[in-house]
């Protein structure tokens, strides 16, 4: 069951103090204030929600979303299912990178809640034993200041009563900034990145989350080491999904 704490408390804060819309900066109306989004109706309709897509990998394409693209059917990944909320594109690619590198948590707090109402119900039902968030190497922690994804997942948390384990999961080498990176260079930058606890994933469901997954390196690596541990199955949720396969 959802707890509407959360949302109920910022909907009064919202009356009380009138909020801008977090993209276009104009006082959000009173129906908008009430409804809880951080986003005025003329910013929501700009959002590129993700639509159909791959069920394996999220991939955006075309028709139903119980399909898999033609990779995932060649080459299978490592998870079981992908859950994500948008499409890597503006206005969030903007949102999400003002957030990550500027520090602007506040836009943070408002992704998440958004992630939580539209799919936190879906995680909820996906009956997982843990969200494990994929963790930062201590010294990007050390130089970001906080996991995005930790903060990215607070509200679904704290509304879903979600099991949150940031500490299942580990990062042992640093590795360097995959931005520009194509495909196999990313893959290769994390060979042997993550190592896990075997004990406490052991016959466990694992949720694996982050915040945007590009080319799935990333998810791919962090998976197949939660499955070698002994996780029983690894799905994964992510904020938004490019459309590289």
Known sequence: ???????????????????????????????????????CSHCWQ???WLGGHCQRCALPMPGDDQLECGQCQQTPPPWSRAYALFQYREPVRSLIQQYKY???????????????????HCLETDEADAIVPVPLHWR??????????????RPMVQ???????????RRQHYAHSQTRMNKKARSN?????????ADKVRDKHIMLADDVMTTGATAHAASTCLLDAGARRVDLAVLARTDLA
């Open 140 to 153: 990007r922690l050390w130089q970001r200041g906080f996991n995005q994804v930790i903060e990215l997942l």
């Open 189 to 197: 930058n994390l060979q042997h990145a993550f190592i896990c606890d």
């Open 159 to 169: 509304a879903y009563a979600l099991n949150l384990q940031p500490d299942w999961l």
């Open 1 to 39: 069951m959802v707890d509407n704490r959360l949302f109920f408390n910022q909907t009064h804060i919202n009356q009380l103090w009138p909020t801008p819309c977090v993209l276009c900066g104009m006082t959000l109306s009173q129906t908008e204030s009430q409804s809880s989004s951080p986003l």
């Open 102 to 120: 500027q520090q602007q948590l506040q836009l943070g707090a408002s992704l998440g809640g958004l992630w939580a109402r539209q799919l936190g």
């Open 46 to 48: 700009r959002l590129p």
